[in-house]
């Protein structure tokens, strides 16, 4: 058996660099001061038997977290260089992890995933692949962790001890077993055709939205467009918080200067928004939905869905609208971002989404579509074309804080 094994929070407890490694400034100070900081493996006799497993091509690590962070944290604590390394894995895509076992030679039906995350049981699906979530330091609820569908779940370092030790679990002749809760959700097919049957879909904006590498544009450093797109950018850190942080009133922080600053509480971001969608659909008649847009991932690959949480606040603060408590359209396979490279086609978009059965009412006037940003308009067009194709019916309107100014 091959273990591919996630590292922060799985073998190391990294938690007091996780404010750090928010953006890239913050991480390569880490990396190159890693002991000024309190990190520690999860049992002293981790680094020994991995390294041990190493020497007989058993274990390999795979971490999102950048190489040179990846490679002081280990070295820190005694583990082999030998020990195979994948870093910037950007699980749950499936891309980068299926080179490297392509690359090493590991029989994919003879390995499994371990990690903390959601993510780390999301690639192993998609890449068809026995998976277990290690629960004894996750930031993950039980209900991500259940739908995520891992086959094993490991809740105490002993028990992960355990396995290393043995190079095997107590089922040996375990195997892959796919996800059963996709059965539960509805999919629709999209061919040709279907181009020419798609909604009409009206964009509701609060303001607009240009990229980062313009905020110093001295035709725009003061603008309206820079501090609206830079609100978008803290709106969507805010899905790398729990509900439990966000109640207690953390603050995104960002990486200057060599010390860690406070920007916003992110509490404050979201009802920030919350407040100007309420303001903005005063005027909204009845027998209107709103819906949350899906995000790139599954919603369960986030510590918070923004998204929805924005939909069901503004729906109850609003009496004409209705909204759904459970997510409507899901994201039910990683899709790559846009300004990653990522296909923004029609058709690429609804091969990744579904929608949740349970529920009942479709028939509307207005039917508002919850998004972060459009730029071609195609996921929410998508969003839209799903909901029609199921049998919802309404004008369909696209509500976003920020619609990608065209210029750029």
């Not at 900081?37 to 091509?57: G, I, Q, V």
């Not at 005694?78 to 690359?103: T, V």
Request: neutral net charge.
């Amino acid at each position: 058996m091959h273990i591919l094994l996630d590292l922060d929070r799985t073998l190391i407890d990294t938690s007091s660099v996780e404010e750090h490694m928010r953006d890239s400034r913050g991480r390569d100070y880490v990396a190159n001061n890693i002991t000024r900081f309190l990190t520690d493996p999860y049992h002293e006799d981790l680094a020994k038997l991995l390294n041990k497993m190493a020497n007989h091509s058993m274990v390999s690590i795979v971490t999102n977290s950048p190489k040179h962070y990846a490679r002081a944290v280990l070295k820190k604590h005694g583990f082999s260089q030998d020990i195979p390394l994948l870093a910037s894995a950007n699980k749950p895509h499936k891309e980068n992890l299926a080179q490297f076992i392509k690359r090493q030679g590991i029989d994919k039906s003879k390995s499994i995933i371990i990690g903390d995350s959601t993510r780390d049981i999301m690639v192993a699906h998609e890449l068809g692949v026995v998976s277990a979530i290690t629960t004894y330091h996750t930031k993950f609820n039980q209900a991500k962790i259940d739908l995520s569908e891992p086959t094993y779940s490991i809740d105490k370092i002993e028990d992960l001890l355990e396995i290393l030790d043995n190079g095997q679990l107590e089922d040996d002749d375990f195997e892959y077993e796919p996800r059963q809760r996709l059965d539960k959700l509805q999919t629709t097919s999209f061919g040709f055709a279907d181009h020419f049957n798609f909604p009409d879909v009206k964009i509701i904006k609060l303001g607009d939205y240009i990229a980062s590498r313009y905020f110093n544009d001295p035709h725009y450093k003061y603008s309206d467009e820079v501090a609206n797109s830079k609100r978008i950018l803290d709106y969507k850190e805010t899905k790398g918080f729990t509900l439990d942080e966000i109640k207690r009133g953390v603050y995104n922080k960002y990486f200057w200067n060599g010390t860690l600053n406070n920007s916003q509480k992110v509490s404050d971001i979201i009802m920030g928004v919350k407040n100007e969608l309420v303001t903005k659909l005063s005027q909204v008649t009845s027998d209107t939905l709103i819906v949350a847009s899906p995000n790139s991932l599954p919603h369960y690959c986030y510590l918070f869905d923004t998204n929805r949480a924005i939909a069901i606040v503004v729906g109850n603060k609003i009496d004409s609208l209705d909204y759904a408590t459970k997510r409507l359209i899901e994201r039910i396979h990683p899709k790559s971002k846009s300004t990653s490279g990522g296909d923004r086609s029609i058709d690429s978009q609804i091969s990744t989404l579904a929608l949740n059965p349970s529920y009942e009412r479709k028939d509307y006037k207005n039917i508002l579509i919850f998004d972060d940003v459009s730029t071609t308009n195609s996921q929410i067009q998508s969003v839209a074309y799903l909901l029609q194709k199921k049998g919802f019916t309404g004008n369909f309107y696209g509500l976003v804080i920020g619609q990608t100014n065209n210029l750029y």
